[in-house]
Every structure is written in C-alpha cells, then in structure tokens.
C-alpha cells in the first residue's frame, strides 16, 4: 500500500516567506509526528497528533510555527517569516496509534531559506 | 518527560567487527523501545524493537538488549557489512497517555571495509 508521503520534496523561499509543508499518512493510522533534521543532526520533535486529542505543540520552536491535521488525515506544517535558521529537512511520520507502535517516515521536505 | 541519551555520536568499526550503541532513559514507566536506521539521504527505518517485559531480541545479526533497573538499552550489530552504515537512533514511549516516542539524538556508524 501507499507509505507517507510529502509534499514539496524541496522548497527554496526567501526569508520572511511564510511557507506550508504538506503530509498524507497512511490511510488508518491515528498518530501523525512532525520532525525536523538539521544537516548530520538528530530528529528534532516539533509536534504530535494523536486521533482527536490536543496536539503535542511542546517540541514546536517558535510562535512562527503551527500544524494542524484536518479530519484525522493530512496535515499541514506552516513556518510564517521563515528564517534561515529554519533551512532544514522536515519529516512527517505516521504510526497506528501512537508511541507503541511502528512510525513509518516520509520522504521528507528540504527546506531551504535564502 | 522522557529523555533519552545515546552513545556514541559517532562509532567507526572494521567489516566483520561488532559495533555497540547504548541508550539511556529517564522515565521509569518507559515500556516500548525501538531502533531506526537511517542511511544516508533516506528515510529513517525501523529496525528492531523491545518491549520492557523482555531483555533481549534478537534479528539476525541484530540484537537489543533492555536493563529496566538502569534504564538502559543497547543495540548490538555482529558481522558488520559496508551496508550496515548508517546513522542509527534510539527511542523510548512512555507508559500512560502520552503515546509520543522519544529519539535520542543518533549514532553514525561507519563500516569501513
């Protein structure tokens, strides 16, 4: 079946641009992760949805940032006046219900601030 | 909450040594513990996982071990390959409501020939 997938694969903006990530997990599952992958560095946790509770916005790091995840599906990551700090790999995973359970990766989104 | 540390940040092995990653963990009710692997401009995968009422899994020639006493868990490769580079990261769920996993910030193993 189809895994995770993302969209846009790669993203170039100028800094100051609000930018909007796109993730479409797997049909059924509940849990959906955003993460960020800095060049050489570790999974940076930015948000967690979990089925219909309130996200996890604690890994989330700035106002600048938001997610939303509209009728338990697709979700939406947005940066508003990206910074070129924010120049990064951002990957969505989804599992079946949550931390016990495998996390299947997307592709990932490599953003780009100039 | 959880917090996870992981070592080594970097492990450099000859083909056919063992290479050894070690985590630890700061949340006692941690129950579930998985391992991904990463190859260089994929995605992560998952490569092997415990549960806390188990001590060891083994999958070939991976193995992990889990210490709940400590609060530690360790990824054993056995017969490296070429392959088997990649960087590699632990996690750890907490028990209760709380369904997110905690990854530790990864090892890069190289496996040189």
């Known amino acids: 079946g189809a895994g995770v997938s993302q969209s846009p694969s790669n993203k170039v903006t100028e800094k100051g641009k609000d930018v909007e990530l796109r993730c479409d997990p797997i049909?059924?599952?509940?849990?959906l992760y955003w993460y960020r992958q800095s060049l050489g560095q570790g999974l940076e946790f930015l948000i967690y949805f979990q089925g219909n509770s309130a996200p996890d916005k604690s890994g989330l790091p700035s106002d600048r940032f938001s997610a939303e995840r509209t009728g338990g599906s697709v979700s939406t990551l947005t940066i508003q006046r990206t910074q070129q700090e924010d120049s990064a790999v951002y990957l969505c995973?989804?599992?079946?219900?949550?931390?016990?359970?495998?996390?299947?990766f997307g592709p990932g989104t490599r953003l780009t601030v100039t | 909450g959880e917090n996870v540390e992981q070592h080594p940040s970097t492990l450099s092995v000859q083909e056919g040594d063992s290479a050894v990653i070690k985590c630890t963990y700061s949340d006692s009710a941690s129950n579930y513990f998985p391992w991904y692997k990463q190859e260089l401009g994929k995605r992560p995968q998952l490569i092997i996982d415990?549960?806390?009422?188990?001590g060891e899994k083994k999958d070939q020639r991976i193995a992990v071990t889990l210490n709940k006493t400590a609060k530690h868990f360790s990824l054993h490769i056995t017969e490296t390959q070429p392959e088997d580079s990649a960087v590699y990261f632990c996690a750890a769920h907490s028990g209760g409501s709380n369904y997110k996993l905690t990854f530790g910030k990864g090892t890069l193993l190289t496996v040189n020939p």
């Open positions: 415990i549960r806390s009422n188990v």
């Open positions: 995973a989804s599992s079946f219900r949550g931390g016990l359970y495998e996390q299947y």
């Open positions: 049909s059924g599952h509940t849990a």
